[in-house]
């Protein structure tokens, strides 16, 4: 009996009025990643986008494949990662839906204080009644006798990140420790936790794994390990350039030399205005 995984890269949303008229895509938000891990009956569910439609289309998806969902996990607490768990829960009831304990206080804080950021930011989209994740009993789960490993991080792009680790398929589900062609949000911290972000990328490579997903991935994208060293490079080049560039315009316009093929430049625009506060990168 082996164990298999599957990822469904969720488009960006587009912005809308107020009165549900589509205007323009967002442009400062990226792909983002589903994983499947599954046996030859059940599954685990890694992360789900945040708006309705997108989660719908991966609850169908989860669904499409057969599976018996036994579990739901969120790599962070950033809402785009488990806000559309809700929209899952409704074709599977009764899934549980977990996190740990660093992932539950951020996902509470989302939940409350930063919704009026998301509904803003996505008016008429953003999933109804979102379904905190309850903290892990054990940093281990069975998968129809498969070890499925749940993995503090510490800090990335945000705090208390973890990873998903599968010893027996050489897989690693990275949540955001890994940035797969597309550019990295740096706006979340500062050069500590960009210090840290590199360890948790070291804690990943020192597992050796065969297959690293990224949580946000450019469509068609591969999970080739390399992109560990590739978004250790953009963290390193950061603060090369951090230390040489003069205002946030020509920051964005020396990274975007040294990473012609990373897409959704708007996240490189805010996170050069973030290192250079009171410029702009227009």
């Keep these: 009996m082996t164990l298999g ?11 809308v009025l107020a009165d549900g008229t589509s205007v323009r895509p967002v442009p400062a938000w990226s792909p983002i990643s589903s994983t499947l891990i599954h046996g030859e009956r059940d599954a685990i569910l890694v992360d789900a986008p945040h708006t309705a439609e997108k989660a719908r289309e991966v609850a169908g998806w989860v669904a499409d494949s057969g599976k018996n969902l036994v579990a739901m996990y969120a790599t962070h607490g950033h809402g785009d990662h488990w806000f ?3 929209e899952v829960a409704k ?11 660093g992932t539950v206080a951020l996902a509470e804080y989302q939940a409350t204080a930063r919704m009026d950021f998301w509904k803003s930011q996505f008016p008429g989209q953003i999933v109804e009644n979102v379904v905190v994740p309850s903290v892990i009993d054990d940093h281990a789960f069975a998968l129809e006798g498969h070890e499925v490993r749940f993995v503090e991080a510490g800090d990335s792009d945000t705090q208390d990140t973890t990873f998903v ?3 027996d398929l050489g897989l690693v589900v990275a949540g955001d420790i ?3 062609g597309v550019h ?3 706006a979340g911290g500062d050069e500590q936790r960009r210090r840290d972000w590199i360890a948790a990328i070291d ?8 297959a690293v997903v990224a949580g946000h991935k450019a469509p068609g994208g591969d999970d080739d390990p390399r992109h560990l060293d590739r978004t250790r490079e953009y963290l390193r080049d950061a603060e090369e350039l951090r230390a040489i560039a003069r205002n946030a315009k020509e920051f964005a316009d020396l990274m975007t030399l040294r990473h012609l093929g990373r897409i959704n430049p708007a996240i490189l625009a805010q996170s050069a205005e973030h290192l250079f506060p009171g410029t702009t990168a227009a």
């Design 165 to 167: 680790h599968v010893p």
């Design 184 to 186: 990295p949000f740096l």
């Design 203 to 210: 804690q990943i490579a020192a597992l050796k794994p065969t």
């Design 84 to 86: 559309g768990f809700a």
């Design 178 to 180: 890994v940035y797969n």
């Design 91 to 101: 074709r599977f009831p009764g899934t549980p839906v977990l996190g740990t304990a």
């Design 5 to 15: 995984y599957d990822v469904l890269v969720a488009l960006p949303p587009k912005a």
